[in-house]
């Protein structure tokens, strides 16, 4: 009797009993293992003019006009897995990864350099080639 006693008192000092050790042991499994998740890629509307740079990373990107304005975008990195374009939208691609690329209505894309698995072009919308220059 005098055993156990003595046994709840250093329980009780050290406060970690059998079950206090198990939930630390699944909160630091659930911590360890947490890193190995990847985030999923969030899909966005895009209505104004934005950059899209390294680090970025989208599921669908619907790109639409706010009329009268025009609404361009330019990429000089990142990964896009679909880029939609509508309206008379603009896509400045310098950079980055996308895997598709629609563009519908009269928009247009221009690319300086080409590593997209894709392109649907639909309704008087353009792919032009980015020309450089030199003098």
Not at 29 to 41: E, F, K, R, S
Not at 54 to 70: C, H, L, S
Not at 72 to 97: E, K, Q
């Amino acid at each position: 009797m005098r055993e156990i006693r003595n046994e709840e008192k250093a329980v009780k000092k050290s406060g970690m009993n059998r079950r206090g050790k198990r939930s630390f042991f699944f909160v630091t499994i659930l911590l360890l293992c947490g890193g190995l998740v990847q985030a999923t890629p969030v899909d966005v509307n895009i209505y104004s003019d934005t950059v899209i740079e390294d680090g970025d990373e989208y599921g669908t990107v619907n790109i639409y006009d706010t009329p009268p304005d025009q609404t361009t975008v330019t990429m000089t990195g990142g990964d896009i897995s679909y880029c939609n374009l509508y309206d008379t939208t603009s896509l400045s691609f310098a950079g980055g990864d996308i895997s598709l690329v629609t563009t519908y209505n009269s928009s247009s894309a221009t690319v300086d350099v080409i590593t997209t698995t894709g392109f649907n072009l639909y309704d008087n919308s353009i792919i032009l080639p980015k020309i450089q220059t030199s003098i």
